[in-house]
């Protein structure tokens, strides 16, 4: 595997600054869509309601878009610009995953939390109020780009153990390359998705729902003396 040069996107640099991280205590970096929202429920919801479906036939959000009156792929900038539109239009209602927030107030008496997500920087506070309303009202980022470089960064501000959670294989690469001895939770909330790909080549650990994660992570804290 080859060494990844880390390199933060310009527009994530000031969000990462802007966390109040504890060093010495341990964090937990989680991504949002399918694993803290129903990120492909809701966006199937959104498609059917514009005339569109998702053909869920492989792990791919642009290039899946059909029209639901021809079954006519949609081209690469009209699937763009719907995921856009579910983004700014919804993502303040997505589904929570069910046992996230639970799972996550129990590990947040032990270690700190932050929410490393890739979206637009406008539907940022969308996102904040949605995690809020679903009772996780732990701090975002709002990330670009491989997720490597911005997790290497808060690992070394807590020089503390950190597990990492992600349902897409090359974040858990970016992240093998840029901070190798951060934990690395492989998980897919939606069962679908699940099914079409093994564990990412580059996690530690593949995990199918939030009780399992709290159980790995208490686990892992315990088993090095956290």
């Not at 919801?45 to 036939?57: H, I, P, Q, R, T």
């Not at 129990?106 to 679903?134: F, H, I, M, T």
Request: with cysteine; glycine share 6%; charged share 25%.
């Amino acid at each position: 595997m080859s060494s990844e040069t880390p390199r933060i996107h310009d527009a994530v640099m000031p969000q990462l600054d802007a966390l109040e991280l504890l060093e010495g205590r341990p964090l937990v970096i989680t991504d949002a869509d399918e694993v803290l929202f129903l990120f492909v429920q809701g966006f199937e919801a959104y498609l059917e309601d514009n005339g569109f479906y998702l053909d869920l036939s492989s792990f791919a959000l642009v290039g899946n878009i059909r029209r639901a009156d021809t079954e006519d792929m949609a081209p690469v900038e009209e699937a763009k610009a719907l995921l856009d539109g579910f983004f700014r239009e919804r993502t303040e209602t997505m589904t929570p995953v069910p046992g996230a927030a639970e799972a996550l107030a129990a590990l947040a008496e032990r270690a700190q939390v932050v929410v490393l997500s890739n979206l637009p920087d406008s539907s940022r506070g969308a996102r904040e109020k949605a995690l809020a309303l679903a009772g996780m009202p732990y701090p975002i980022v709002a990330n670009t780009g491989l997720k490597g470089p911005a997790v290497r960064h808060m690992a070394d501000r807590v020089r503390a153990p950190v597990f990492f959670l992600d349902d897409i294989p090359h974040n858990h690469t970016s992240v093998a390359q840029a901070a190798p001895d951060v934990q690395r939770v492989h998980f897919i909330a939606d069962p679908r998705l699940a099914r079409l790909i093994g564990p990412a080549e580059h996690c530690h650990h593949r995990v199918d729902d939030w009780a399992e994660v709290r159980r790995l992570i208490e686990r892992e804290l315990a088993d090095i003396g956290w």
